[in-house]
């Protein structure tokens, strides 16, 4: 089938890389543009240009979809199928309209739960024990077009939302090829979404990191691991801040919310109800590290307490 592939994160690459694998043809990939990273802000391109480019597929990186030149662009290339897979800009309804096939979008999660930009992060927060993929045919709202194949998978009691990211990634490239042999045998059965049971996931600031101790040690758990990698929990201890990359929860209830009750070899913290054991933690300026490995060159006192 002849295709136009949108997306940009590392997310979207594992899709990329399969439309290639079945042999379809990818007419172009449309992409967001070229941002500076790093220290030196150097100009970097995005995760899904540099397979499209090592696999000789013109790469296309308007400001945005709007421009009725763009429009005129895609009409040239004539795609069949339009696959949307976390390109980061709305598609208007010219371009919805475009192919004879439409365009479908790859989500991840269940819709109509997690509409947005954020979703396997927020199931995360939120403490979902499953979550999953949705292939959808896109219409001019948010995530809200009819669901074409869903495929469910467990989350593990400490996955962090960039685990279940590289997972949901796979996942997401197994249903949009098995949404397109069905598209094309004619056998898709889209099936309306219940507005009512959705929820939104809007996008991770770092106004969401700071821990606060006297909540439970299961919601302080989801936070850890829901903002890992990125933008990643935080804490402070006698002035300093610390980002919180990994925690465990174990049994006990001793102890006030923010206090150290086990400094001996592990860093066991109270919460509001129950025991979290930061795993690994990261001072300012320095690598991320194992919390014994931290507290072999430095002193958190048992009775002090975290913030």
Same mark, same amino acid.
């Given at each position: 089938?002849?295709?136009?592939?949108?997306?940009?994160?590392?997310?979207?690459? %594992?899709?990329?890389?399969?439309? $290639?694998?079945? +042999?379809?043809?990818?007419?172009?990939?449309?992409?967001? =543009?070229?941002?500076?990273?790093?220290?030196?802000?150097?100009?970097?391109?995005?995760?899904?240009?540099?397979?499209?480019?090592?696999?000789?597929?013109?790469?296309?990186? *308007?400001?945005?979809?709007? #421009? !009725?030149?763009?429009?005129?662009? /895609?009409?040239?290339?004539? *795609?069949?199928?339009? $696959?949307?897979?976390?390109?980061?800009? $709305?598609?208007?309804?010219?371009?919805? #309209?475009? @192919?004879?096939? +439409?365009?479908?979008?790859?989500?991840?999660?269940?819709? =109509?739960?997690?509409?947005? %930009?954020?979703?396997?992060?927020?199931?995360?927060?939120? +403490?979902?024990?499953?979550?999953? &993929?949705?292939?959808?045919?896109?219409?001019?709202?948010?995530?809200?077009?009819?669901?074409?194949?869903?495929?469910?998978?467990?989350?593990? !009691?400490?996955?962090?939302?960039?685990?279940?990211?590289?997972?949901?990634?796979?996942?997401?490239?197994?249903?949009?090829?098995?949404?397109?042999?069905?598209?094309?045998?004619?056998?898709?059965?889209?099936?309306?979404?219940?507005?009512?049971?959705?929820?939104?996931? @809007?996008?991770?600031?770092?106004? /969401?990191? =700071?821990?606060?101790?006297?909540?439970?040690?299961?919601? &302080?758990?989801?936070?850890?691991?829901?903002?890992?990698?990125?933008?990643?929990?935080?804490?402070?201890?006698?002035?300093?801040?610390?980002?919180?990359? %990994?925690?465990?929860?174990?049994? +006990?209830?001793?102890?006030?919310?923010?206090?150290?009750?086990?400094?001996?070899?592990?860093?066991?913290?109270?919460?509001?109800?129950?025991?979290?054991? $930061?795993?690994?933690?990261?001072?300012?300026?320095?690598?991320?590290? *194992?919390?014994?490995?931290?507290?072999?060159?430095?002193?958190?006192?048992?009775?002090?307490?975290?913030?």
């Amino acid at each position: 089938m002849n295709i136009v592939f949108m997306g940009t994160p590392e997310f979207s690459v %594992a899709c990329l890389q399969r439309l $290639i694998d079945d +042999g379809h043809n990818v007419l172009g990939v449309y992409t967001q =543009p070229d941002k500076p990273c790093g220290r030196g802000h150097n100009l970097t391109p995005p995760p899904v240009k540099v397979l499209a480019q090592s696999n000789n597929i013109p790469v296309f990186q *308007p400001v945005t979809l709007k #421009d !009725e030149a763009v429009v005129e662009e /895609l009409r040239r290339i004539d *795609p069949q199928l339009i $696959i949307v897979v976390a390109y980061g800009k $709305i598609l208007p309804q010219s371009v919805i #309209d475009l @192919p004879e096939y +439409g365009c479908i979008n790859i989500h991840a999660s269940l819709l =109509p739960r997690y509409r947005g %930009a954020a979703p396997i992060q927020w199931c995360v927060l939120n +403490g979902e024990k499953t979550t999953g &993929i949705t292939s959808m045919q896109m219409d001019a709202g948010l995530d809200t077009g009819d669901m074409l194949i869903k495929r469910e998978i467990e989350i593990g !009691e400490n996955e962090t939302s960039g685990e279940l990211h590289d997972r949901l990634s796979l996942l997401g490239a197994e249903v949009m090829s098995d949404t397109i042999k069905q598209l094309e045998a004619g056998t898709l059965s889209p099936q309306k979404q219940d507005d009512s049971a959705s929820n939104y996931a @809007p996008m991770l600031t770092k106004a /969401l990191c =700071p821990i606060d101790w006297n909540d439970t040690a299961r919601n &302080i758990h989801n936070k850890v691991r829901g903002l890992s990698p990125w933008p990643v929990a935080t804490t402070s201890y006698n002035g300093k801040n610390f980002k919180i990359h %990994a925690t465990e929860i174990i049994s +006990g209830h001793e102890g006030k919310p923010g206090e150290v009750v086990d400094n001996k070899g592990r860093l066991v913290v109270a919460c509001g109800d129950g025991l979290l054991e $930061i795993k690994i933690l990261q001072a300012e300026g320095k690598k991320a590290m *194992p919390a014994k490995d931290f507290l072999a060159g430095n002193k958190i006192e048992t009775g002090s307490f975290l913030s």
